[in-house]
Nanobody, 126 residues
């Protein structure tokens, strides 16, 4: 209880697609801001996409806009991230985040979130 549980990820060739999912407990899901971050080796963790589950409003980093899609499934308390047209530079460990401090108006920064999933690897080969 109180944990974010991730699934999905894997290895694909450039141009391929993957889907990541994150199941959250009610207190972290209902009318809350959830987000996806990623961290490549030697790089800082960066925000990829966020969603406000109250309205379904979504936010994306410029680097993934038009290629990634964040969505919600209220029946399953699940936020998913569909990754399409993948590039080698998308290779990273992806994390689900919740319990944002403050309003949900962009993808945010790691310090904005207090709850994290276990991470899942996405590897894109050229």
């Amino acid at each position: 209880q109180g944990h974010l549980v991730q699934s999905g990820g894997g290895s694909v060739q450039a141009g391929g697609s993957l889907t990541l999912s994150c199941v959250a407990p009610n207190r972290l899901y209902t009318r809350r801001c959830l987000a996806w971050f990623r961290q490549a080796p030697g790089k800082e963790r960066e925000g990829v996409a966020a969603i406000w589950t109250g309205s379904g409003s979504t936010y994306y980093a410029d680097s993934v806009k038009g290629r990634f899609d964040i969505s919600q499934d209220n029946a399953k308390n699940t936020v998913s991230l569909q990754l399409t047209h993948l590039k080698p530079e998308d290779t990273a460990k992806y994390y689900c985040a919740a319990d944002r401090i403050g309003a949900c108006f962009d993808v945010g920064s790691p310090d904005d979130f207090t709850a994290w999933g276990q991470g899942t690897q996405v590897t894109v080969s050229s």
